[in-house]
């Protein structure tokens, strides 16, 4: 996983430790969750996985030996193992797993990635009755009502990370090229309209004036479920700046692949430029020239015609740290970017006002009038769409669409402490990765807020992720 991604994060690998003894584990403070709940993100999760796995395990359980994907059946055993570890063992103290030899084949802490196509794996049907017997067993062991903070929090940490696998499954299949995958019906409200079919909304140009001040940057006690790089929050000051109110879009980034972006060598970085020339890019990854000259994008297996006002996806932060040097610009770091999302301004706007939204429009949870996730769509909307997401300053889509990296290297705030889940982010704060915010239309809505903390390598550019600006 990484993000997410599993992480993941969301979406990140290797995604779990190993516990020295089972049963009785120490859980972070949780608010409890009614049991109905947390059955039924189990569930979801679970039909969600099903539905982007189950034709690419009857058309390769294995799949092609790449650094950025996992072969499929070994990645959806790992999801069972997963709960299985931490739910039926950690929490609930069963003695053995629910599949023999479980850790030593689905643990990705112990498993190196290069291993994991020659392991004698379950059959396909052997494996998804692993996943539904450990899911039952799970099930079974919800109280009525309420269930308790421990069980909360080991519940909502084994689902969200089910759903951080998801977005990873939804970007592999676009690594690999296969169709898109069949989600269902969507709920009332959701567009599931095919990409490139929707009709365009256009592009929000400008910029808005963030006051400086004080900001506490992490999650608090507020949010139902934290992940341990989010907290303690601290406190941080944030000089006055300007932002975009939307991310980056295809027709500003074609501009600068069209004046020669891509061999300009004063516009990269020292390790941004080998790696370009590494990778021998001239465009964008899923990038090509139509019959006319202008461009298309893959989208799955489809190559459309590049909607202009979309954000720009598939792009790694050296491109967008590029991006911004052609343009005279720059990222964000994470504390500008929260500060957008989450703060209001005072009355006569020269400050910032008390207190911090859990979402860009205020503290509901996410509607689909607000932003584009949870994977209906399966592609990004035009930048200008969703106004009823707009932060209190005016910006656009900081949640959902595109991931959006930030300046800011991913590390740990003062007083951080690794929480039952291990090697979810302390294992990563020294590898040159950096903190991206905000979700993408694949992330689920109950994963993300504005204090959410993504993080990847500067090269990968296969995940859902583009960029916003700030003025120099």
């Known amino acids: 996983a990484g993000v997410i991604s599993a992480t993941f994060n969301m979406i990140h690998t290797p995604l779990a430790p190993t516990l020295d ?15 109905d709940a947390l059955a039924a993100m189990l569930i979801d999760a679970r039909r969600r996985s099903l539905a982007l796995m189950q034709d690419t395990l009857e058309a390769r359980e294995l799949g092609p030996r790449l650094a950025i994907v996992n072969p499929p059946l070994w990645e959806l055993g790992h999801l069972g193992f997963f709960h299985d570890h931490f739910a039926l063992r950690g929490l609930h103290g069963l003695p053995d797993y629910q599949i023999a030899d479980a850790h030593r084949l689905f643990d990705s802490s112990s498993i190196a990635h290069d291993d994991r196509w020659s392991l004698p794996l379950p059959s396909r049907e052997q494996t998804l009755d692993y996943l539904a017997r450990v899911e039952q067993a799970m099930l079974e062991r919800l109280p009525d009502g309420e269930a308790s903070p421990a069980q909360s929090y080991v519940y909502q940490l084994t689902a969200l990370h089910e759903d951080m696998h998801g977005e990873a499954f939804l970007y592999t299949r676009q690594t690999l090229g296969d169709p898109a995958p069949d989600l269902g019906t969507p709920p009332r ?5 095919p990409p490139g079919t929707e009709p365009a909304t256009g592009a929000l140009p400008g910029d808005v004036a963030i006051p400086g001040g004080r900001h506490l940057l992490g999650s608090d006690e507020s949010v139902p479920f934290r992940f341990d790089n989010e907290k303690p929050p601290m406190e941080v000051e944030v000089a006055p700046f300007s932002i975009a109110r939307a991310p980056v879009t ?29 990778q021998d890019s001239q465009a964008p990854v899923y990038w090509r020239r139509d019959a006319d000259g202008g461009w298309e994008e893959r989208r799955f297996d489809r190559w459309l015609p590049l909607p202009p006002h979309q954000p720009m996806v598939h792009v790694s932060w050296y ?18 970017w929260e500060v957008a999302a989450s703060r209001e301004p005072s009355p006569d706007g020269a400050s910032l006002a008390p207190g911090k939204r859990s979402f860009p429009w205020g503290d509901s949870p996410p ?25 209190a300053f005016g910006c656009r889509q900081m949640l959902g669409n595109v991931w959006e990296w930030t300046a800011s290297p991913f590390g740990p705030f003062p007083g951080f402490e690794p929480e039952l889940y291990r090697d979810y ?8 990765r950096y903190v991206l915010r905000g979700g993408a239309w694949a992330t689920r809505g109950r994963l993300i807020h504005n204090s959410y903390r993504n993080f990847f390598t500067p090269e990968r550019r296969d995940i859902l992720a583009g960029f916003r600006t700030c003025a120099l």
């Open 21 to 35: 003894e089972v049963g009785m584990i120490q859980t972070p403070s949780t608010l409890p969750q009614p049991a």
């Open 189 to 193: 409200g959701y567009d599931a309209s």
């Open 250 to 278: 295809n027709v500003e980034f074609a501009d600068f692949v069209e004046d020669g972006g891509y061999r300009r060598r004063e516009l990269w970085s020292e390790a941004g430029w080998r790696w370009r020339q590494q």
């Open 319 to 336: 491109e967008a740290d590029a991006w911004c040097q052609w343009a005279g610009r720059r990222l964000p770091d994470e504390a500008e």
């Open 367 to 391: 509607e689909a009038r607000h932003a584009n996730l949870d994977g209906w769509h399966l592609a990004p909307r035009d930048v200008a769409a969703l106004p009823d997401g707009d932060s």
């Open 425 to 432: 982010s302390a294992p990563w704060f020294k590898e040159g």
